[in-house]
C-alpha cells in the first residue's frame, strides 16, 4: 500500500507539474486551464464550473475573466433562458491548447499499449474511482475549512 500511495503521489504530481508548464505557456494560471478542461466537454454555467472546481461562483468569475481576455473562452446567453449565461471553450483551445498536451498524450498512449483489455478496463475503473475519492476528499477539506472559519474568533483591538 505504501508503494502504490507513493506512486499515486507522484504520478498526481507530474501531473501537476506539466499542468503548471502549460498554463505557464499560455500565460494563465492553473486554475484557469482546469477549468478550461471542464469547457471542453461543452458549455457550462459559472454554478457548474463552481461545483466541477471547487470554487466560489465569485472566484469562477474572475477565472472566465481572464479565461476571455486569453482568448480561450467566452460567455454566452442562453437562447430560451436570457438569464442563463453558459461559458464556452473557443476554437483557439483545440489550435493553442491540445498541442501543448501531445507529448503527455502520446507517453501515456505508449505506457497504455502494453496492457490487455481486462487490464485497461482494472485501470480505467481505479482511475475512475480515484476521481471520486479525490473529489470526495476535497470537498471534505472545504467544508473543514469552512467549520474553522466559523470558529475564530475576532481579534482584540489590543492585540
Known sequence: MAALEKAMRAVSGQGVLYSQAVAKRLAIGGTELECLDFLVDGPKTA????????LTTGAITGVVDRLERAGLARRERDA??????????LPAVVERVA???????????????GY?????????DFLNRAS???????????????RGRGRRRPRSPSA
Open 47 to 54: 454554478g457548474e464550473l463552481a461545483k466541477a472546481s471547487g
Open 99 to 113: 498541442p501543448l498536451f501531445d507529448p503527455m498524450q502520446r507517453a501515456a498512449q505508449g505506457m497504455l499499449d
Open 132 to 146: 471520486d475519492a479525490a473529489i470526495a476528499a476535497l470537498s471534505e477539506l472545504q467544508a473543514s475549512e469552512a
Open 80 to 89: 430560451d433562458d436570457r438569464r442563463k449565461v453558459f461559458v464556452r471553450a
Open 116 to 124: 490487455s483489455e481486462d487490464e485497461l478496463a482494472l485501470i480505467l
